[in-house]
């Protein structure tokens, strides 16, 4: 079963980093990008998300959030800045020294080396999407446009996804912090999903029929974290009180 399941994840993998590369090579040939320079970044672009140590944010996230930009094509006013957005935003991706938004900005400033030279990234443009990539540190989008909205619940979509799809969401970024303890993990990922739920999941109207979905998938994985803490402190309290019991029948 275990090599049925990896043979799955690989063909799913590859699959994934097929269309994603199409896509780029679209983006690239809009820019006027060389194919010597498209490949070369591919190649750093397939890296990066291939790390060994990712298990959710790889190609096949990717790929999922440009499948969502085509289905929502029709309102993209810059589709092509988006699926760069998209491409880029989880690029760097330390779970052990990238916290406090320290991805996003090096994701954000790999951006900008692939832009530099770009004759169809101006100034304004490239800035922009710099915004965007940052701005996935938190997900607070009041300030950008309707791109960078829909960009942010293109992200955000997995929360609200059906209950096969979220646990292996759920599964997959505890392998990516498999370096955190049973207990921290349970109160600090119990923690993130309140807050990120404690207000609007998802900034645009085509997201909002999702929120009551998001909202109860995390909540659900939030009370099942909080209830393995529970139990895990009542079996501590009842060792506590039998092991007390046993040395005081030696008194």
């Known amino acids: 079963m275990a090599s049925l399941n990896r ?3 690989s063909a799913r993998n590859a699959a994934a980093a097929s269309r994603v590369r199409r896509r780029w090579a679209v983006a690239c040939e809009s820019l006027g990008v060389t194919e010597a320079r498209q490949e070369a970044w591919w190649l750093l672009i397939e890296a990066g998300y291939g790390e060994a140590h990712r298990h959710y944010h790889t190609l096949v996230h990717i790929d ?3 499948a969502l930009a085509s289905e929502h094509g029709d309102v ?3 589709s092509v800045a988006v699926d760069l957005a998209i491409i880029f935003h989880d690029i760097v991706y330390d779970a ?3 916290g406090g938004g320290r991805n996003e900005r090096e994701s954000a400033q790999r951006f900008v080396e692939f832009a530099e030279g770009c004759t169809g990234l101006p100034k304004d ?3 922009k999407i710099v915004r965007w990539i940052a ?3 938190t997900h607070k989008c009041e300030d950008i446009d309707g791109d960078g909205r829909l960009f942010m619940d293109f992200d955000m979509a997995i929360l609200g996804s059906g209950p096969v799809e979220y646990a292996r969401y759920a599964r997959n970024v505890r392998c990516e912090y498999a370096h955190v303890n049973w207990l921290f993990w349970r109160l600090g990922r119990s923690k993130f999903l309140v807050g990120s739920t404690s207000t609007k999941v998802f900034a645009t109207a085509r ?3 999702l929120e009551v979905a998001a909202r109860a998938n995390a909540r659900a994985e939030a009370r099942q974290l909080l209830l393995e803490l529970l139990a895990a402190g009542c079996t501590l309290v009842a060792g506590l009180v039998v092991g007390s019991r046993v040395m005081l029948s030696y008194l």
């Open 7 to 9: 043979n799955h994840d």
């Open 64 to 66: 999922a959030m440009l």
């Open 76 to 78: 993209l006013r810059d």
């Open 96 to 98: 052990v020294k990238g």
């Open 125 to 127: 443009r490239v800035a």
């Open 135 to 137: 701005l996935t540190w």
């Open 207 to 209: 997201f909002a029929p």
